[in-house]
């Protein structure tokens, strides 16, 4: 994939199809140590010890739409290129943890992409789901919570066109208050 903003898309589909009721979802930055961070995090139905193993193989897939499962084997292929690393962690009945460093100073690094869009879909798309995301560089970062969302809106989904205007809106604006006024689609 061009962009981690799909590994990160494709990932939460899997959680989607896994049925969690919750996902997480962290970008970390740390300028310093030329790192980005990303993980999601799920309650779904989770994986055995054989499946989670099986799921870095692009020839394994519980999907039966299709023969092959490309999206967490290109997802380590990008973090490895780097220098960086994907870890699995599930149990069945509790959920699956996607966890993922990447070395941002290396020449094969793969861009973030707009990872705004993909999280704004996500929730929208997604509003029988609740979503806690999570973005940062360095020391300053912000947690958007779908549950916290839902509360204060009272039952109004958040696939309103104005509720989805909003999120988007204040995504962007926490996103460039961290990145010091400028979207860092390319990092």
Known sequence: MRELSLNVLDVA????????????????????????????????????????????????TTRTTRKVGMGIPLFKLAAEQTGGSLEIESEVGKGTRVKTVF??????????????????TLITMNTDRDFIYTFGIDNKKFIL???????????VPLSEPEVAAWIKDYIEEQTENICGGVIIENT
């Open 13 to 60: 589909q899997n959680s989607i199809s896994a049925g969690a009721s919750l996902i997480e979802i962290e970008i970390l930055r740390d300028t310093a140590e030329h790192k980005l961070f990303i993980g999601i995090y799920d309650n779904g139905c989770g994986m055995t010890e054989e499946q989670t193993r099986q799921v870095m193989d692009p020839f394994f």
């Open 103 to 120: 070395n941002t100073d290396s020449i094969d690094f793969t861009p973030l992409g707009d990872i705004n869009s993909t999280i704004i």
């Open 145 to 155: 919570s779908t549950s916290e969302l839902k509360s204060i809106l009272g039952g």
